[in-house]
């Protein structure tokens, strides 16, 4: 005999609040570790899970490279913080869609501690930085599908445009998700390692810094053409807003993208463009969650009663 969680109107109150809090807090280690490598703090705790062998906390000769660190690994506590609460306010509402996915986001803490552990041990090697960007952006898009999920019901999603635009709309979260990946080839080739003595990933930063710049035309002209697309279609305005709040997105990232190329990669500019991908993988997964639509699981009739 199952058990049956019953559903809390305090809970519901604070899902929202609590998804709008997950996707805030990814957002935020994303941008405190962009500070760490920026400010060639990547090292400044030397090792992991201690900050030194003899301590875990930073001492005054590891300086403020050794604090900013320190600061990231502190981040991730709130982060945890906040994915405990999603999942106790999710599991009170008695919906087991949204407990599977604050279990995604609780599971995924713990999993960029050990990744990011991994980097330091590995003395910041270019491509384990870029898994652990990756990741982090992954539970971006996974805590926006939460958001969306807390306004819907738990039936079978509903298409809400035809199945061609829809797979547009997947070639254009595809295409998204490479332009980030080819972002983070881009980074582990540039002079902005995390700390002096790390390694590059050898590439040439010129080659892949074009081929990042032709993955993104194509992205741009995969959301104009779905913003268009959606318009004729007479789809959704939620539809259409999410198509055009990307696109908003993507022209201000690759706005800056160009500047800071251009500008020799001033440690502001490129904190901006970190934060433009953490919006960019936000933006692709709003779109995707906005072109369908899910009611509530109908109750099941209720049986005559039976006559005496």
């Known amino acids: 005999m199952g058990v049956t969680v019953t559903s809390s109107p305090a809970a519901n109150r604070w899902l929202r609040p609590a998804a709008i809090a997950s996707v805030l807090g990814n957002i935020a280690i994303v941008l405190t570790g962009g500070v760490v490598r920026l400010t060639g703090s990547g090292l400044g705790c030397p090792t992991w899970p201690r900050c030194t062998d003899e301590s875990f906390v930073p001492h005054g000769a590891l300086g403020i490279h050794g604090a900013i660190e320190f600061g990231n690994r502190m981040v991730t506590f709130l982060l945890a913080a906040i994915a405990v609460a999603t999942f106790l306010v999710a599991l009170r509402s008695g919906r087991s869609s949204l407990v599977k996915l604050s279990v995604v986001l609780g599971l995924g803490v713990p999993a960029q501690a050990v990744i990011g552990g991994i980097t330091v041990l590995t003395d910041l090697n270019p491509w384990i930085v870029a898994f652990h960007l990756l990741v982090s952006l992954a539970m971006i898009a996974v805590a926006v599908t939460l958001l969306r999920r807390v306004d819907e019901g738990d039936g079978p999603a509903v298409p809400t445009v035809p199945p061609a635009i829809t797979h547009l709309a997947r070639l254009t979260f595809v295409v998204g998700w490479a332009v980030l990946y080819l972002g983070t080839v881009v980074t ?121």
């Open 188 to 308: 582990g080739s540039g002079p902005h390692a995390g700390d002096l003595s790390s390694p590059r990933n050898g590439l040439d930063p010129r080659s892949v810094s074009q081929l990042h710049t032709d993955a993104v035309f194509l992205l741009l002209g995969l959301t104009v053409a779905l913003v268009f697309a959606l318009r004729a279609v007479s789809a959704p305005q939620r539809a259409q807003r999410a198509a055009v709040l990307l696109l908003a997105v993507e022209l201000a990232q690759g706005l800056v993208g160009f500047v800071q190329y251009f500008t020799d990669l001033p440690i502001v500019l490129v904190a901006f463009h970190l934060l433009g991908a953490a919006l960019t993988s936000a933006g692709l997964a709003w779109v995707l969650v906005n072109l369908r639509e899910r009611r509530a699981v109908a109750e099941p009739a209720a049986e005559p009663a039976l006559r005496a």
